[in-house]
Structures are given as C-alpha cells and as structure tokens.
C-alpha cells in the first residue's frame, strides 16, 4: 500500500504543491498512490497533540510506502521528527522523501539522515528568528472546522451553493474561504491533471485527518 501523506498547516506549501510533487515524482519510480493522507490544522500543532496522526501512524505495516514532498511536512522540529521517523521505521516502513530523492527504510544508514537533519535544524533556527506570521501562512476562519467535510463534497462534486445550505452558512463567505485554501485544486484539478494513468480519485483514495472534526459546532 502506498501512501501519499500531505498537510495543511502554518507556514507549509500549499496541499495542491504537495501532491503535485509526489505525483510527479511517483509517477517516474512507475508507482502509484493508493491512498491519499490529507491532515488538517489551523494551527502547527506539536506531535502529541496531533493523536490522529500517530493513530495514522500505528496502523502501518510492514511493506507499507509513505511518500511526503519533505521531510518537514512530517514535522518542522527536528526532535519530533527523529520520533516520527523511528515509527515509521520500526514498522518496517518505506519512507519517500521527494524533495532529496531519498528513500528511507531499515536498511538505511543514519549517515545519511543527518545531512536532512541539519537542514530542518537550520530552518528550525531560521523560523525562530523570524518575526511577524510565516510567509504563506493563513489566518484562522471559522470554516476551518469543517475543512474535512468540506473538501469531502467538494471531492463528490457537491457544489459551493450545496455545501453552504448544508453548513447553514453564507454561500459568499464559504466561496471565499475555499478560493483561500485553494480546495478546488486539492479536491480533483491538480490532482486529476498529474496523475495521467486514469484512475479516479474518490473518497475511497482519501483519508482526511482531522484533528479540529471533533469540535465541530454550526458556524452562522
């Protein structure tokens, strides 16, 4: 089972960007995605409070595939990411990290990590220095709640009028907040316009983590 992990938070590449690169880069090895990870936050939350990503975790098997544009789409801080990256691993895992071209098993030499370490580390410092919100970051909206069952009715073609009298929202506001996020995209454009084989893309393919589902309330 090959999985293509993306995620939404503060600060990281746009969800589109991610799966553009993971196709592409798949689609060269000749593999191909079985199930699409999407996790949701609107903030960049440390690892034990992502539970339904260490959930998502703890169900690989051996002979299991993740494929993550980067390595700091699994976690930007170099302590949690050494945790994530002993789970994987002690699953006995693949763990495709597109951006260095590298691949991560059990039979890989920490030598090799460390050069990706000292990146995050770097980055790490960068990013504490840097004052005023990271670039590319969004603000908080009272839609992000419903991120998940949103992208899901996007996914099934229900369109924004629909989706809005369902949430009891204004049709207006959801357009612009889906436009910000760019979920048309993530829902079937780019997606639909890498992955050339022709295999549809249905919530079948999709597992949506999120974290802030369970909070849900109406919105007016």
Known sequence: MVY????????????ATQQRDILSFLL???LEVDKEVVEYATKNLPIDERTEFEDFLQTMTEGNTVVVSSLSILSDKVEELIKVINCILSHNVNLWIVSANTLMNKETNMVDIFPLLNELRQEEKEKTNHIGRPKGSKSSSKFDVYQGQILSLLVKGTSV????????VSRSSLKDYIESRKMKELAGGTWADVYTSGREIDMDNVLLICPFEKNKKKVS
């Open 4 to 15: 293509a992990y993306i995620r939404q938070a503060p600060g990281f590449p746009q969800l």
């Open 28 to 30: 060269g090895k000749e």
């Open 161 to 168: 009028s629909a989706i809005a009298r369902e949430l009891e």
